[in-house]
C-alpha cells in the first residue's frame, strides 16, 4: 500500500470496515427433524339431516356421489398435540394429530356441483416417535405441524347409512431450542422416521451448560455426489434392454433417494429390482471422470428368478465430453455368483448425471 500525503480542507470520512470475521449468532438450532404419513380409511355413518336426505335421493332413483373436501393446511382444522414425552437421545414424544373433512352427497346424473347435504368427519392419529429430546427439553420444544391432507370418499351407501372415507395426512415434527452459534451451514433435510419407539431407561443427566447433542441422530451426513437416471437403452451386442431410473441423494443428502430396474432378454423375459434399502452411496474420482457406487438389498423377480432381500451393487460412471458414452453397472447377488451384472452398459450422456457435492470435508478451514 502507498503512503499519501494528508491535503488541507474537506477529507473523505473514513470507510466503514466490513470483512469477514468470525460472528455469533442467536438462532433456533434444531436438534431433529423429521417427517412422516398416516393413512386411514374407515366407514363412517352419515349423520342427521343428511342421512335423511340421502335414503330419500337414494329411494326416488337418484345415482349418488361423494366428494370429499380436505381442511386448509394450516389452519384450525388440522392440528397436532404433544400427549407425552420422554427425555433421552433418542427420547420419545406421542403427538395426537386432528383433522376435520368435509364429505359432501351430490346427484352424479344431473348436477353433480350442487350438494345435496354436506357433513364433517373428524379423524384422530395417535403417533409415538423416537427423537433427540435432551433434558430439560419438554413439549414446549416440540414444534410439529400437518403440511398436507388429502381425501376421498367411495361413491356407495354402506349397510347402516355409512360411507367409506380414506384421509392422508402428511407431517412435520422438529425439536427446537434457542442457542447461540458461531456457524459454518449447509441446507438441512429431513430424516426419515426410522427410529423404532423402544423405550428408553431413565437417567439423570449431568449438569451441563449447553443441552448433550445428538451428532449421529441428526443432521445425516451429505452425500459426496449425487446421480439422477432416466435410461432406456438397447446394447446391440447382447441385445438385452435396459430400463433403469435412479435419484440418489438429491439435495445431496441420501434421504429419499430411490432407484427401480427392469432388463428385457433378446426372447422377451423380463427381470425386474425393486430396492428395499440403500445403505451406503460411494463417490470415487476415476481417470475417466466421476463414479459413484450404490449398495444395499433388493427384491428380483421374473426371467433370473425370485430373491428376496438380496444384496446388490449399483455404479455410475459419468465420463467427461459429449462423444463419451456415460455408463451404469448392476451386480445383484443372492450368494456368491450374481444372478444379473450388467457389465458397464453404455449410456446416451442426456440419459445418465453424476455430479460432485460440496462437503464440510472439502473445505479447508485456518483455526486459530
Excluded at 364429505?103 to 356441483?113: G, H, Q, R, Y
Excluded at 403417533?127 to 419438554?138: G, K, L, N, R, S
Excluded at 451404469?328 to 445418465?352: E, H, K, S, Y
Amino acid at each position: 500500500m502507498k503512503n499519501f500525503k494528508s491535503i488541507k480542507g474537506a477529507q473523505i470520512p473514513p470507510l466503514t470496515p466490513n470483512s469477514l470475521m468470525p460472528e455469533c449468532i442467536r438462532t433456533q438450532k434444531v436438534y431433529d427433524w423429521i417427517t412422516d404419513v398416516n393413512q386411514y380409511t374407515n366407514k363412517t355413518p352419515i349423520p342427521e339431516p343428511c342421512a335423511t336426505d340421502v335414503a330419500n335421493a337414494i329411494e326416488a332413483g337418484v345415482n349418488i356421489g361423494f366428494r370429499c373436501t380436505p381442511p386448509t393446511v394450516p389452519g384450525p382444522d388440522a392440528t397436532c398435540e404433544v400427549v407425552e414425552f420422554t427425555n433421552g437421545a433418542p427420547g420419545m414424544i406421542r403427538v395426537l394429530w386432528t383433522v376435520f373433512v368435509t364429505v359432501t352427497a351430490v346427484n352424479e346424473d344431473t348436477d353433480p356441483d350442487t350438494p345435496i347435504c354436506s357433513f364433517v368427519v373428524p379423524v384422530q392419529f395417535d403417533d409415538v416417535y423416537m427423537v433427540c429430546i435432551p433434558a430439560p427439553f419438554d413439549e414446549n420444544n416440540v414444534f410439529c405441524r400437518i403440511t398436507a391432507v388429502r381425501c376421498s370418499v367411495l361413491n356407495t351407501v354402506f349397510l347402516g347409512n355409512q360411507v367409506q372415507v380414506s384421509v392422508t395426512v402428511c407431517k412435520d415434527i422438529q425439536i427446537e431450542e434457542e442457542v447461540k452459534l458461531e456457524v459454518l451451514a449447509k441446507f438441512c433435510q429431513p430424516r426419515p422416521n426410522d427410529i423404532l419407539p423402544t423405550p428408553p431407561t431413565p437417567e439423570e443427566c449431568p449438569g451441563f451448560e449447553f443441552p448433550p447433542q445428538c451428532p449421529n441422530i441428526f443432521p445425516r451426513p451429505n452425500c459426496d455426489c449425487q446421480a439422477e437416471a432416466a435410461i432406456d437403452t438397447n446394447v446391440a451386442s447382447t441385445g438385452f434392454n435396459y430400463v433403469l431410473d435412479a435419484l440418489i441423494c438429491d439435495n445431496c443428502t441420501l434421504s429419499q433417494s430411490t432407484w427401480s430396474y427392469t432388463q428385457t432378454a433378446p426372447g422377451g423375459d423380463v427381470t425386474t429390482v425393486t430396492p428395499r434399502t440403500i445403505t451406503s452411496v460411494e463417490c470415487n474420482s476415476l481417470t475417466a471422470g466421476l463414479q459413484m457406487i450404490v449398495r444395499g438389498t433388493a427384491d428380483v423377480s421374473g426371467a433370473a428368478g425370485n430373491f428376496t432381500n438380496v444384496n446388490y451393487e449399483l455404479s455410475f460412471i459419468e465420463t467427461p465430453g459429449m462423444n463419451t458414452p456415460d455408463l451404469f453397472n448392476l451386480i445383484v447377488r443372492p450368494g456368491m455368483n450374481p444372478i444379473i451384472a450388467t457389465n458397464d452398459v453404455p449410456v446416451p450422456d442426456d440419459q445418465l448425471t453424476v455430479q460432485d457435492c460440496l462437503t464440510f470435508d472439502d473445505l479447508e478451514v485456518n483455526r486459530p
